[in-house]
């Protein structure tokens, strides 16, 4: 999963250096922790955060399959 979401995020984003995932992964739930830079942040976030909700339905659609709820965070660096 982590892979998919580092897919989505690199293509949206101009420096694909700076994007960050980290996993925490619990008993049924997973939490990544999303770092890019500051200038891509708008970029990921989308207009009224409508990027961001569409990234967590996608993940979400993905974790249904493996039994596990799936939170991600964007993180200002």
């Known amino acids: 999963m982590k892979d998919i979401l ?3 995020i690199k293509n949206l984003v101009d420096n694909q250096e700076d994007v960050s995932i980290t996993e925490k992964e619990e008993t049924k739930a997973i939490t990544f922790e999303v770092k890019v ?7 990921v976030i989308g207009k009224q955060g409508k990027m961001a909700k569409a990234i967590r ?3 979400k659609a993905i974790a249904v399959k493996e039994h596990k709820k799936v939170n991600i965070e964007f993180l200002d660096d």
């Open 6 to 8: 580092e897919v989505i």
């Open 37 to 43: 830079n500051k200038a891509d942040m708008g970029k």
């Open 57 to 59: 339905s996608i993940m």
